[in-house]
């Protein structure tokens, strides 16, 4: 984003509206003159990038390009199903890499690997926003993390096991794993920005939640593959060999979606605005001897950006954790942990949850379109997170099939009325700035996953555990406080997390706060507006004048090849 702080020297541009340091004078408020003046200058850098970002201009490239949509629909289904499919395998892969150990241990260790791709996401969006925003741009740093997720994948597949290479193979498979996690925390919002910076304004939400809707896609797709070798082959055939056949199926996926991807346009925002930043730091070389700063340091070193990241994460804390409490937790927890239902059961229920989550998303994504602000439709969903996940817990006491169903499929439903939009949103908040786009959705996205997400099931099986303790189930009376509350605990957690997303969400600033603010700001914007717009058509009509007199002079005179100009003392 660019800044207006005398840290940051970006010239104005034909995407940005030029004298927002104007605004109080616009007001002819002597009182907020006074105000400013006492400021200190933390406080007025945070004031000057405030005013720069709501003095962005909706840009005008949004085409509605349906390669960029079908590059990252693609991109993200092929890299959630290799990531997932670890997952999805992880007793096999624990037997042949971790056989010295007893069953429990196996899948510990298993798991373990899992966590590290965890572990290595946000590592991955630093790389891969350095990469779109200042390298070679969205379309490339798309291309590049496909590439990353391939390779690993196949190694994956063909890897020996312990009992050939020894301890030399699980260390591969966890090295393979974390190449894994960096091309994840890139890709995902790698897709969410190439696709809504190619947006028309009216379909960012829809377009956002068909990217969303694809990674759930990827889980689904995972889920297929691997239930169909369980299925062809036997158990032993499975942990001996067949558990490979799921790794090396990108081989067919791959060249196919690299077709997809290469097919994509540049994003236009980001082309243009990466020309003039380039311009902006020879400047910089030239004058100051400085380098060029990498994305994630000009990220950090605004106050007002850090306070869009932290806001942005905290919005992020509910939906993340709400993620993997339904699709992950909720299966392992009602069939191994309560034992209410077998594990196929389990995966049955999830798998049509899963479905209809993706049906309310697209519907919520095109829904947010319709409202006046971004957040409208979070703020109606986010309510709902924080009552549905604790009634949802209760709703598993009762061990009926229906009641265990209805309470997934409410909570689904509230989480795909924050999700629906939250895509858009996210790229929203850094759309005044291309350049540092790709790096504030990948670093916020991923901190919020690995934060919230990634440590989710584990603390919702250790607060279960303590929900347990302080049951007392020799009360000859039991009430509500002493039996069902403490059942709640997980889902307590996640509302407790949907508290601090509901505050976050009116920390952040977004462009359509100047639409839906007070008359001042909008007053103020519309007259800097119009001030741009007068300068334009100025120069234009003044270099249309000069362009005019000199072939005037040409017309007048003729070409004389032996021509001086006058010396000039």
């Given at each position: 984003m660019e800044s207006m702080a005398p840290t940051t020297s970006t010239p104005a541009d034909a995407t940005r509206i030029e004298g927002m340091d104007q605004l109080e004078k616009n007001s002819n408020s002597k009182d907020a003159d006074s105000e400013y003046a006492n400021m200190t200058?933390?406080?007025r850098q945070m004031r000057d990038e405030e005013l720069s970002f709501y003095s962005a201009s909706d840009h005008n490239h949004g085409d509605d390009n349906i390669w960029g949509l079908l590059s990252g629909v693609g991109g993200n289904i092929y890299e959630w199903y290799d990531f997932a499919v670890y997952g999805l395998l992880a007793s096999e892969i624990g037997a042949n890499f971790f056989?010295?150990?007893?069953?429990?241990?196996q899948l510990i260790n298993s798991f373990g690997v899992y966590l590290a791709a965890f572990i290595m996401r946000p590592i991955g969006a630093i790389l891969f926003g350095e990469i779109g925003d200042r390298l070679v741009g969205r379309k490339h740093a798309l291309m590049f993390s496909i590439l990353l997720i391939t390779i690993p994948s196949i190694l994956m597949g063909i890897l020996p096991?312990?009992?050939t290479w020894g301890w030399t193979s699980p260390i591969l498979m966890v090295l393979l794993r974390m190449m894994q996690g960096l091309s994840v925390g890139g890709q995902l919002a790698g897709s969410y920005v190439l696709s809504i910076e190619q947006s028309s304004a009216k379909n960012r939400g829809f377009r956002g939640s068909i990217c969303d809707a694809s990674s759930v896609g990827g889980f689904l797709l995972?889920?297929?593959v691997t239930t169909f070798v369980r299925f062809t082959f036997t158990e032993d055939q499975i942990v001996r060999w067949a558990w490979r056949l799921p790794f090396l199926f990108s081989l067919l996926l791959a060249p196919l979606l690299y077709h997809v991807v290469n097919q994509t346009e540049e994003s236009k925002l980001w082309a243009e605005r990466s020309e003039q930043k380039e311009t902006q730091e020879e400047i910089r070389e030239t004058v100051n001897g400085a380098d060029s700063i990498p994305a994630i340091y000009d990220l950090m070193s605004s106050p007002f950006q850090r306070r869009q990241l932290a806001g942005m994460i905290g919005i992020l804390s509910s939906t993340t954790s709400t993620f993997y409490i339904l699709f992950l937790f909720c299966p392992v927890f009602l069939s191994e942990?309560?034992?209410v239902m077998t594990q196929t059961e389990a995966d049955s229920m999830?798998?049509?949850v899963v479905g209809m989550y993706i049906v309310f998303l697209l519907l919520c994504g095109q829904t947010s379109d319709k409202f006046e602000h971004r957040r409208d439709l979070i703020c109606i969903g986010l309510p709902g997170i924080i009552v549905a996940c604790p009634v949802m817990f209760s709703m598993f006491e009762t061990g009926s099939y229906v009641g265990i169903f209805l309470g997934q499929i409410i909570l689904c439903f509230c989480l795909a009325l924050v999700t629906g939009g939250m895509a858009a949103m996210e790229v929203e908040l850094w759309m005044a700035d291309p350049t540092l786009s790709f790096t504030g959705v990948a670093v916020g996205h991923n901190v919020a996953a690995t934060l919230f997400g990634g440590t989710m099931p584990l603390l919702a099986t250790g607060l279960y555990y303590q929900s347990v303790v302080l049951v007392d189930k020799n009360e000859m009376h039991p009430n509500f406080f002493n039996t069902l509350v403490p059942q709640m605990l997980p889902g307590l957690y996640v509302s407790f997390l949907g508290l601090i997303?509901?505050?976050?969400?009116?920390v952040v600033k977004h462009p359509h706060d100047v639409r839906t603010g007070s008359r001042k700001l909008q007053a103020a914007v519309l007259e800097e507006n119009r001030k741009f717009k007068e300068r334009t058509t100025k120069k234009k009509k003044r270099r249309k004048k000069l362009e005019a007199q000199l072939q005037n002079m040409d017309a007048g005179t003729g070409y004389n090849e032996n021509y001086q100009p006058p010396a000039i003392t």
């Open positions: 200058e933390a406080e056989p010295q150990s007893s069953k429990e241990l096991g312990f009992d995972a889920s297929l942990v309560k034992g999830n798998i049509a997303s509901l505050f976050c969400v009116y």
